[in-house]
């Protein structure tokens, strides 16, 4: 049973930063692609970054871009989301999610996905 368990999520002023981490056990992780999406009210759930199993490729939505770092700790099965420099519309659930397919920014290609955290943005 692969298991999923974000944190770090809370409320920031603008501008400010976050590190969410994800806590991954049950499967190899060194052999799933992992990811983060996040979900807004009312909207559709949105691919945010996601590094595939041997650390060759990142993938970033254009939103977050140069913002946002995705990095993992294999050795401690640890997925984790720098957040600099946000925004109100960074407002939304976290949620991390893992998989063995390529890498991808579709959410119905992940098989695994973490219960989420809130993340606002706010003055």
């Known amino acids: 049973q692969v298991q999923l368990v974000e944190s770090g999520g809370g409320l920031v002023q603008p501008g400010g930063s976050l590190r969410l981490s994800c806590a991954v056990s049950?499967?190899?992780?060194?052999?799933?692609?992992m990811a983060w999406f996040r979900q807004a009210p009312g909207k559709e759930r949105d691919f945010v970054a996601a590094i595939n199993w041997s650390w060759e490729k990142t993938y970033y939505a254009d939103s977050v871009k140069g913002r946002f770092t995705i990095a993992r700790d294999d050795a401690n099965n640890i997925l984790s989301l720098e957040m600099n420099s946000l925004k109100p519309e960074d407002t939304a659930v976290y949620y991390c999610a893992a998989d063995r397919a390529p890498l991808t920014n579709a959410p119905y290609e992940y098989d695994y996905w973490g219960q989420g955290t809130q993340v606002t943005v706010s003055a």
């Open positions: 049950g499967h190899t992780f060194s052999a799933y692609t």
